[in-house]
């Protein structure tokens, strides 16, 4: 089974959500099938196979999540990641400034789920693979 260190090791090679798509392929083949993480302090939960789970530490002191979300501006902030323009720290400030609580990702599926505070989808995005 894989381990947190070498999900992070795949994860020092993501330097923008461009980079998000390799590395979502590198931890399926350590056999990662879906993961959640929570923007409050970016801790994640792995899951593979037959249950198995491992959760990574904290990365960050925790941020505070907005009340109410704001899907619209959730969405051009997250354009602008995935195009390279802002690092993971950043993105997670936006996210928690805009509400999002957690993304899900589904390496079965191959989806990227948003949630807010009351576990509201704010969006669902397609994965390339």
């Known amino acids: 089974m894989f381990t947190v260190e070498q999900i992070e090791q795949a994860h020092q090679k993501v330097k923008s959500g461009a980079d998000f798509p390799k590395y979502i392929q590198e931890i399926k083949q350590l056999g990662v099938t879906g993961f959640e993480t ?3 302090d ?3 939960e792995y899951f593979g ?3 198995y789970q491992t959760q990574s530490n904290p990365q960050y002191a925790d941020l505070t ?3 109410k979300s704001d899907k619209a501006k959730f969405i051009g902030l997250l354009k602008q990641h995935q195009r390279g323009e802002t690092n993971y720290f950043t993105f997670c400030q936006h996210c928690a400034e805009t509400g999002i609580e957690k993304w899900i990702v589904d390496l079965e599926k191959m989806t990227c789920t948003y949630f807010d505070k009351t576990e509201n989808e704010i969006l669902v995005e397609q994965i390339p693979g």
């Open 65 to 67: 999540i907005a009340e």
């Open 42 to 44: 970016s801790h994640t």
């Open 38 to 40: 929570w923007v409050k």
């Open 49 to 51: 196979a037959n249950k």
